[in-house]
């Protein structure tokens, strides 16, 4: 595995305990005569606040992996765990976000977002004022009250990243969340997803196909192999704290940049 991870001075992120552990992972479907190998021997910590785009060939398991990471489907193989705790199921404790939001078209975007907090019978107060604090974090404020199916793309967007994190998830699983807006409300969306990742800390487990959403959102990239998917490298990248730390996004215009953006590419398209 090509792991430039080992060869950081300034991994803070491993000072911590792992978040998430994957222990040889492997999925087929349909065990059997149709059997499909999705995912093989995967192996990989999660540490706490590391935001992880995870890129690969079209098929090669990336879903496969987010869905066992999210509790919808079990591994055939090796293990899973959160905290120490092995994933069995779904629950809080992991929020996911898709490309298509799952909301409530007829409902209000207050209620869509009051949902999980409904479900966990949080007081009305609370949920009252988490509501509010959510709508204002994803810039919804003023649309609190409009139905889902007058909202654009990237608002709807908006609602399903806030229904998310209202339940206070330990981690966000992203599965190509902005893979269907427009390319202005792409860079908008990445702004804010950038932005609620420093200011909560929450760790973010992405899937994308664009090498440079991944480049200016990460903190580590992972590379898959083709089906069935292997991880073939774990990169370290520095961008996204860059136009953080330094409020501009002049790093993006680097050779560093550019050496990185090719180096994926050959990675994935070599295969
Ligand atoms: N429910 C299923 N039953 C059988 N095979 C499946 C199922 N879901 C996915 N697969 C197969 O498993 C492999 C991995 O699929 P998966 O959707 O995880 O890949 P992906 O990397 O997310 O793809 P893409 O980039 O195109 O979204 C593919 O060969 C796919 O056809």
């Not at 981690?171 to 908008?188: H, K, N, S, V």
Request: aromatic residues 8%.
């Amino acid at each position: 595995m090509d792991n430039e991870q080992n060869k950081t001075v300034e991994n803070f992120f491993e000072a911590a305990n792992e978040l998430i552990s994957m222990e040889n992972v492997s999925l087929v479907y349909d065990k059997g005569a149709g059997a499909v190998p999705a995912i093989d021997n995967i192996n990989v910590n999660i540490y706490p606040g590391e935001f992880v785009c995870v890129m690969g060939p079209s098929g090669c398991g990336k879903s496969t992996l987010l869905n066992i990471l999210a509790g919808f489907i079990p591994p055939t193989g090796g293990t899973v765990k959160l905290n120490q705790t092995e994933i069995k199921g779904i629950d809080w404790h992991r929020g996911v976000v898709f490309q298509q939001p799952p909301l409530y078209e007829w409902y209000s975007v207050r209620k869509n977002i009051a949902f999980g907090p409904m479900m966990k019978k949080v007081p009305k107060s609370k949920i009252r004022e988490e509501v509010s604090t959510y709508l204002e974090k994803v810039g919804l404020t003023e649309f609190a009250d409009k139905k889902v199916y007058e909202l654009s793309g990237g608002m709807k967007q908006r609602a399903a990243i806030a229904s998310a994190l209202i339940n206070n998830p330990e981690i966000l699983l992203m599965d190509e969340p902005f893979g269907a807006l427009d390319a202005l409300t792409r860079e908008q969306m990445q702004g804010l997803i950038r932005k609620i990742w420093w200011s909560s800390g929450k760790t973010i487990f992405f899937i994308t196909h664009d090498v440079d959403e991944a480049l200016l959102l990460a903190t580590r990239i992972l590379v898959m192999s083709k089906h069935p998917g292997k991880i073939i490298a774990d990169l370290p990248v520095h961008f996204t704290k860059d136009i953080v730390t330094e409020n501009s996004d002049d790093t993006r215009y680097t050779e560093s940049f550019h050496q990185k953006r090719k180096h994926i590419l050959q990675l994935i398209n070599e295969q």
